[in-house]
């Protein structure tokens, strides 16, 4: 998953639209608010979204995925 979100947040930077998915909920609530606190402008070019839930098990249709490049960050 996505973890402390330091990726998301690297590649948001970057430009790249990013999503952030972790299985552990209380991470995510803590990267949502920390993007929330920021006005949005912690990835700098535009803060990276967050999702709670496996990865492995997410519709690609869902409406934050949707039309978007995929990829995974080790």
């Known amino acids: 998953g996505c973890g402390n979100g330091r990726d998301s947040f690297f590649f948001a930077q970057a430009g790249v639209d ?38 492995t098990n997410m519709s690609l249709e869902h409406e934050a995925v949707a039309g978007r490049r995929i990829g995974t960050v080790y």
Request: aromatic fraction near 6%.
């Open 18 to 55: 990013t999503v952030g998915i972790d299985i552990a909920d209380a991470e995510i609530a803590l990267l949502q608010k920390r993007v929330q606190d920021d006005g949005g402008k912690t990835g700098g070019n535009g803060a990276p979204t967050f999702l709670a839930g496996d990865f």
